[in-house]
């Protein structure tokens, strides 16, 4: 039992070029949630999804897009990466928004 | 406009005291409220909850107290150990919501 996982660890873009987030889980969670923790912000939420093939905005969506084709998948994208997306990105999953969410690891991007 | 704050980006405590950690909030309509522990380079874990029909959560050394007139929550840590040096999330979810506010956090660090 992986609980959540993310791949990769670490990343390092030039600006413009473009990369996919994955997150997986093994809980059979229905929300799936990406968050992004820059200094004195706290965890912002990019994007989530309530379930297989929903998506829907978070507080800080634009310059990223997601899609969740299977249950245990969230997939982030950043089509043409900026400075200011560097950050690091957290993937979490919860059975209800009144549940605990289990975060992955983290991934940091750096973006030049 | 942050729904949920965390007015003290750090606090420092002597090991054996009492760690109180605070949070408001704006929105009437959260009923549901948790804190976060993070540790540096992993995600956030779940550590303890509430809901609006109580006032007080206790799970060992963590209490957490829920004034709903004054839209404040507080986390008590007795007695605070050195491994409780951690960064500090209070999030806020309702009825209404399908997903978790998250405040930005406050640094504790315990003093042996």
């Known amino acids: 039992n992986a609980g959540v996982t993310q791949t990769p660890k670490f990343r390092v873009l030039k600006t413009g070029q473009s990369m996919t987030l994955l997150c997986a889980q093994d809980?059979?969670?229905?929300?799936m949630y990406w968050y992004r923790q820059d200094p004195g912000m706290g965890l912002r939420l990019i994007h989530y999804?309530?379930?297989?093939?929903?998506?829907a905005k978070g507080e800080v969506p634009d310059g990223y897009n997601v899609s969740r084709l299977k249950k245990q998948n969230f997939l982030l994208g950043l089509e043409s990466a900026a400075p200011s997306q560097t950050s690091v990105y957290f993937c979490?999953?919860?059975?209800?928004?009144?549940?605990?969410?289990?975060f992955g690891p983290g991934t940091r991007l750096t973006v030049l | 406009d942050q729904q949920v704050k965390q007015n003290s980006p750090s606090l420092s405590v002597q090991e054996g005291r009492i760690s109180i950690l605070n949070c408001d909030y704006t929105?009437?309509?959260?009923?549901?409220f948790l804190w976060y522990k993070k540790y540096p380079a992993e995600g956030p874990t779940f550590l303890i909850s509430?809901?609006?029909?109580?006032d007080k959560n206790e799970d060992g050394r963590f209490t957490v107290f829920l004034n709903k007139s004054a839209k404040h929550l507080s986390l008590h840590i007795v007695p605070s150990q050195p491994g409780d040096s951690a960064v500090y999330f209070c999030?806020?979810?309702?009825?209404?919501?399908?997903?978790?506010?998250f405040g930005p956090g406050t640094s504790l660090s315990v003093i042996p």
């Open positions: 979490a999953s919860s059975l209800s928004p009144y549940n605990e969410q289990f």
């Open positions: 809980m059979n969670h229905e929300y």
């Open positions: 999804s309530v379930g297989e093939g929903t998506t």
């Open positions: 929105n009437s309509m959260f009923d549901y």
């Open positions: 509430i809901s609006s029909i109580k």
């Open positions: 999030a806020a979810s309702g009825t209404s919501y399908d997903k978790v506010i």
